[in-house]
C-alpha cells in the first residue's frame, strides 16, 4: 500500500511498490493523458509532475512516491485552461496529439524554474521527443505562455 | 524478364482511371433511410448523421494518424452541405457497414498521402446530394419550389419569408427522397466557400492539450486484462519450448499463450485481378508467446522471466552489413529486371564525360511513438476489436478468418493513433491480438508490445544499393543515365529509381529484389522517393559540379521539355510534371531566396520534384531549399528549410503546413541518425537510445508557401521527407563537406549531442 497525493486527492494504492508510477496512472486510476512511449526514461511521453519537479514516470516506481504529491496533464489546471494549454491552442501545436501531455508537462516544470527562458533554452531543456514534428510550434507556444504568466 | 515501361507503369492504368477501390461515384444505396421516427439520428447516404438537436456527425473513413483527416474531411462536407461548423462532430467508419453496403466510403486505406486527392471528389458529390435532398424534403413539406429554397448554416431557408427550418427536421424525409430525382448536384462556387480554404482548428484541439483525446491504447473495455509479446529473437525461428513451472504463483494470475507465426496478408490493398507484387507487400510474423495477467505491467514482468526455447534458424547468420557489400557487387552486372527509355549505351558511346557512384540506403523502422497495441474480445456474439490499424479493412478481414466467425459478427472499433507513418498499415498485432483473445474467450484482452518489441519487429523500408553511371553531352547536360538497383525484400519498388523528376532523354534501370531476406518490408513515410529521390539529386549534383555548372541553371535545363523525347510513353504528363515541377523550383528560388548572401560555412541545397510512382498519381510538386551550417569541427547543423509546394486545392493551410513541418522533422531524424541494422539474424536496435530521432533542439526553422490552385487537392503528408533529404545532402557538399552516398549522415559527420 503506497499513500500519495494525485492531482490534489489523496490515494491510496494497492500494488508493487515496483510497478512504475505510470501504469498505476493509467490503469489502476485511470488518467489515460499519461501516455507510454518508449519505457526507458528516453522521450518523456510519460512526464509528470512529483512536489512540482518533471519526471519520467515509466522509470519513477511507486513507491518512490509515497507522501509526494503527483501532478499529470489532467490536474494541471481545473478549468484546462492553463496558458500552456491556452497557447498549445493557440499555436495549433498538435498533429496526432500523442507526446502533447508530456510535454506540455515538461513545459510547466520548465516554467516553475525558469521565468522567461530564451528560445535555445527551451530547446535544450526540453527534451522529449514529438515523432510528427511539432517542436517549432512548442516553442512558439511555451515562450507565450511565459509572457502570459509574468503579466498574471 | 524484360519489363516494358507500360508495365512498369502499369498502376497508372488502374487508380488513374477509376480503380476498383478508388475513384468510383459513391454508391448510394437505399441503406440511408435508417430513421424511424425523427427521435433519432438520420443517417444520410453513410456519411452524414443529423441529430435530433441538429447537430451533425460525420463520418471519417480513414485512421487518424496526426494528419488531421477529421477536420480536412469534415470541412469538405460542412462546406458543401452548409453545416453549421461549431455543431460538426466526427465517428469512424466501421469495415462492416462498409462492406455491408457496397464501398460507401471510397477510400478507406491511410496510405499513400491519397485521402484529400482520393476522396475529394466523391465527398463533395455526397455532401452536394445530401444539401440537395434537405432542400427538395423542405420544399415538399413547404410546398413551395425547391429553386426558392437555399441552405445555411444548417437549415434550409426559404429566402422570401425567412423561414429556417433545421435539418433536423426535415432529415428523415430527405433520407427516403429517391436519389435518381436529385441528380446533377451543384457544387458551391469557389468564390463562396467559408471552410474550404480555410484554417480552421483542428477538431481534437483542445482535447489533445488535456490529455483527453483517446488513442488505441487508451481502451478501457471492462473486465479487460492486459498481454505482452515477444517474438521470435531470431528471424524465421521456431517456438520449442516454454518453461511454465512456478508460473501460477506469480502475481497477476498469469496465463501463456503461444501465437504462431504466419503470412497473414499484404500490407494494401490489391485490386481484383491484379499482381499483388506491384502493389504491396506480404505481412510476415514469427512465432511468438504472449502472456495475459491482470495488469500490463504484471504480464511483461512474467514474460521477461520466461524460460522460452527457440529452435535455430536457416537466417541466424543474417547481416545487413553482409548485405551492403553483397548487394554493392551485385550491382556491378545485369540485373533481372529492366526498363527504360531511348538508348543508354549510345549516349555512354558518345559522352564528352561519363561519370559513376555508388549509393546506398538502410532498412529505416518508421518509430511512431504509440507502441503497437490492440484490443479485442472473442465470445459467443462473435469479436470486437480496438485498433488504430492504418488498414482497418483488413483488419476486419484478418478477425473473421482467423477466428471462423460470421463476417457480419465482426465489429472493428477504429481508434486515433499516436503516430503512423506506414507501420500501422501492417497488421501483425492485430492478428496476434485476435490469436491471444480466442484463448481467453470472453475476456477483453489488450495486448500492448513494448517499444523495444515494436522496433525489433516491425516492418522497414529496404536496404538499397544503387550504382548510377551517366553520361555528359557536348551541351553539358545528362543525356544517358543508368540507375541498377539491389535490394532487400521489398514490393516493386522500383518507381523510386526510374520516376526521374528531371529530364533525361537516355535511361535505363535494373533492379533485383532478394525475396529471400527475412526482414519484413514496410511503407515508411516517404516510401521509395524516400530510398531514392537523395541519390537521384545527390548523382545530377556530382555531375554538376564535374562541369562546373550553376546549380540552378543546370537543374533548369534538365526540366526543359523539348528535351523529352517524343515517343515517351504518357508524353503529355511528362511535359506537364516537367513545367510544374520548373514553376516549383522558380517560386522556391524567388520566394525562398535562393540569391541570397550566404555566410562562411553555410551550404545551400535545392530540390524539386513529385512524388508520383506512375504519371497522374497525385502528389503534390514541392521544392525544398536547406540551409546548413558546418563548422571548423565538421560539426553539422540545419538552420533553415524552405518549402515551396503546388497541392491542388488546399483545405486547410495550417493542416499543410503542419504536415510539411513534421515532413521536415521526419527527414531530418531519417538522413542524419536512422539506421536499423541485423547481426546473427536479429535486429540490433531496440529503443530511442540506439535509434534516435530529432530533438527539438536541431529543429531547423522550416518556412512554406504554397502556390495557389483550384484543381483537385494533391499529396502532402509525406512529401517534405524526399525532398529535405535530397536539398540537404546537396547543402552539404556545398558547405565544403563530403559527398553523402550512405545514409544516415551520423556515419560521416558528426552531429554534436544528438
Redesign the interface.
Known sequence: MVECEINGESKSVE??GA??LL?IL???L???????????G??G?CTVHVDGVAVRSCITPLISVSGKKVT???GIDNS?EHPL?RH??NS??????????GM?MAAAALLGSVKSPSEAQ???E??????????????EAVQAAAKDMSVE | MRISRRRLLSGSAIIATGTRFAIILPVFGSRDATAISSNEAVDLLSWVEIKPDNSAVIRIPQTDIGQGINTTLAQIIAEEMDLDWARVSTKAYDPRVNAERQNPYIWTTTLGSSSAHYLYEPVRLAAATIKKKLISAAALQLKVAPEHLHADQGHVVHAKTGRRIPFSKVAASAAELQLSEQLPVEYKPVAQRRLIGSSVPALELKAMTAGEKRFGIDVDVPGMRFAAISQSPVYGAKLLKVEMEGIRKLSGNPSVVRVSGKTIGFNSPVPEGEDPDLWAAEVRCDDAIAVVADTWWQAKTVLEGLDITWSSSKHRALSSEKMFVEFAQRVNSVLPKSGGQGNFERAMSRADQKLSALYSYPYVEAAPLEPMNCTALVDDNGVQLWTNSQFPDDAWRIAFETTGVDPNDVTLHLMAAGGGFGRRLHNDIVYQAIQIASQHRGIPIKLLATREESMKHSYYSPLTVAKFDAAVGSDGTVDGWRCRVASSFAPDQSYGATRLPFVVPNTHFEYERHMSVPVPFGWVRGVGFAQHLWMNFSFLDEIRLAIGADAIGFFRAHLDPSRIPEDVDEYDLAVDRALRTRRVLDYCVEKGGWSNEKPPGVGRGICASDSDYYPGFGSSTKAAMVDIVLDKKRSLTVNRVFIAIDAGTVINPDIVKAQLEGGVAFALSTALYSEISVKNGSVEQSNFHDYPVLRMKKMPRVEVAMIPSDSTPLGVGEDAVPITIAALVNAIVDAGGPRIRRLPISREIRLEDS
Open positions: 500494488a508493487d510497478t512504475p501504469w493509467r490503469d489502476e485511470g488518467l489515460k493523458g499519461t501516455k507510454f512511449g518508449c519505457g526507458a528516453l522521450c511521453a499529470t496533464i489532467e484546462g494549454q498549445w491552442i495549433r501545436v498538435p498533429q496526432c496529439g500523442y507526446c502533447q501531455s506540455i527551451v530547446r535544450e526540453i527534451t522529449n521527443l514529438c515523432r510528427c514534428g511539432t517542436y517549432n510550434r512548442i516553442v
